[in-house]
């Protein structure tokens, strides 16, 4: 994993403190940065989330004397002018799929179950662990972002072409297993291919749903959202033919029909983790 902020080690551990390193992962393009870099992005934002109600959650930071932003209810400014995003989601919030703001916002948490469960511990700094969202995990929280919001996340739909592109490396060796190679699949589909099998073993109801909302919108020739289109002008170089990324897309719909084991089954592991004090 690379290309992660080490400017970020500070603000994370003064979190480890409060919270502890189970009750919050990294979400957002720091978290995807951790995975596979980020070089097509100029920044690298900090967005977390904390497994607490809103009450709690604001207090335990005003408690380290950050600051709220006053139109924007998840975005706070740490001592060092940091700025963080900070998204309570707690379990009853969780299940319920969102929740509103005080200001009557509302909170979009569908992937939000996936990406607890499914966290990888990293350590970020001699004796400094933290909760990084799993890739694929990140792909759900995209594909609900983008869904929830079509016309403000353009950006998510960069991430996600990048992010198939780059989920299996060139020498990884599930990319040359018979298995795949059976599959006559074209060598850029491969990784689709494998993120959707892995994103069938892991999804709930209402992920799985998601999932393939979001790669219907990518085959259907009407939406008038344009999601085929406007992914392609953001894709790597080699995927902007909106052709060939839409036959990258169906090897991704291909794995996760196929419903291959090669992840685990999470919801009661989620259910655990939400259980948790806050």
Sequence with gaps: ?????????????????????????????AAVARHIGMTWRGTLDLD????????????????????RDERMPQRWYAPEEWIVDVVPAERSAVLAGGFEWPDGSTMNLL???????????????????????????????KMSAYLDKPWERETDLEDLAHIFQAFVGPDAGERWSPEVIDLDLDYEEVGPYLLGAQLAAVVDGSEAALVRRFLGSLEDDSDELATLGRMARRAPAGWRDPDALRARVRALGRGFGAQRDLGRSLPDAVDERMRRPT
């Design 1 to 29: 994993m690379s290309g992660f902020a080490p400017s970020h080690a500070p603000v994370l551990a003064a979190l480890g403190k409060v919270w502890g390193p189970d009750r919050f992962i990294v979400i957002g393009a």
């Design 48 to 67: 977390l989330s904390v497994a607490a109600g809103i009450d709690s959650y604001i207090a335990d930071l005003e408690g380290l004397g950050w600051r």
């Design 111 to 141: 992937g939000f179950r996936l990406a607890f469960a499914d966290a990888i511990p990293v350590e970020i700094a001699p004796a400094i662990r933290v909760r990084f969202a799993s890739l694929r995990s990140l792909v759900v929280l």
